[in-house]
Every structure is written in C-alpha cells, then in structure tokens.
C-alpha cells in the first residue's frame, strides 16, 4: 500500500497578491502626509532648540568671562552682516571692541551654518546682532533688553522670545508663517 504526499501550496495566489499590495498603497497614502508633517515639526523644534542653546552659551560665557558676547547674524562665519535675515547662520564672539562688530581682539567663540529650508527673521530690536552683558542682561542692535525671533518651516513656526532680564525661551503657541 503506498501513501500518497498531499501537496501543500507554497506562495500566494496573483489575486492574493494584489490585494495585500493595493492595502498596502491605500495605508501609506493615508500615513504620508502625517509623517510629513511629523517630520517638519521635528526639524523645526530642532532648529528652534539649536538658537535657543547658541543664545544661553552666549549668555553664560559673557556671565563667565565677565564681558559682553555677541551674537550676530554671519554668511560666512568669519564677520557679521547687516543685510539679508538670520537663516544664512551665526556666529558667536567675545565683544570687547565696538558693540555687533568682530575687530581687534575679539575671539570668535562658536559658528552656525544656515538653515535649509526654513526661515529665520527677528523683530528690529535684535535685526542684526544680539549682545549679552556680564550681568546677563541683553542688548540688541535697537539697543533694548528684549525682542523675539521668528522661525518658519512648512508654514509652522515657533517664536524665541528674550525677556528683560536676558533669558531667552522658546514660544510653543502656535502661530502662522
């Protein structure tokens, strides 16, 4: 007597196939637009972390060496612009000589590059440089203690605000671009 094998089927059917893929298609497009929007919301509290760091170092190091430290906007990370806005980068320096200008002997302390895509705009208070006192208090090139800065991608923003007092903080209200 012989014992026959039962063929089992290895694989799927075409119809089978076309089915797990067509749902395939149809959850990625619904899932999209929300990791896009993800993702932009990612880069931009990155972003917005990244100059609320640059202007608390600022801060700290005009406190410990005891001098002003300025913060200003810079394309090629060697000398401050007066033109164009702040997403072009930065750079931070010991200020001893005139104030928002690298001269004589003044130490540049830490360079940013440019923001991709995004945009990075301040109030006139604080349109070309920022400055920090050794008691930490802030002046801007409008030569008062507080202003804000405004960073946009992908028609999100979030606002980094400088109090009174010199302490910078990130606004998490939204607003529009």
């Not at 012989?2 to 298609?25: C, D, Q, Y």
């Not at 990155?46 to 202007?55: F, G, I, P, V």
């Not at 923001?115 to 008062?144: V, Y």
Request: with cysteine; charged share 20%.
């Amino acid at each position: 007597m012989s014992v026959r094998a039962k063929s089992i089927p290895k694989g799927f059917t075409l119809l089978e196939l076309m089915i797990v893929l067509s749902l395939a298609a149809v959850l990625v497009s619904i899932a999209m637009p929300g990791y896009q929007t993800l993702m932009a919301r990612t880069q931009l509290s990155a972003r917005a972390n990244e100059l609320l760091a640059s202007l608390h170092y600022t801060r700290s190091e005009a406190v410990k060496r005891g001098m002003r430290v300025t913060i200003c906007k810079s394309a090629d990370g060697g000398s401050c612009v007066d033109t164009g806005d702040w997403q072009a980068g930065w750079l931070i320096f010991s200020d001893g000589g005139k104030a928002g200008t690298i001269d004589g002997g003044d130490q540049v302390l830490r360079v940013f590059t440019g923001l991709h895509g995004m945009t990075l705009k301040a109030d006139n208070q604080f349109k070309n440089w920022i400055s920090f006192l050794p008691n930490g208090r802030s002046r801007g090139s409008g030569n008062l203690p507080n202003g804000s800065f405004y960073l946009c991608h992908a028609e999100q923003g979030r606002r980094i605000i400088i109090n009174h007092s010199g302490r910078p903080r990130v606004d998490v209200a939204a607003f529009s671009c």
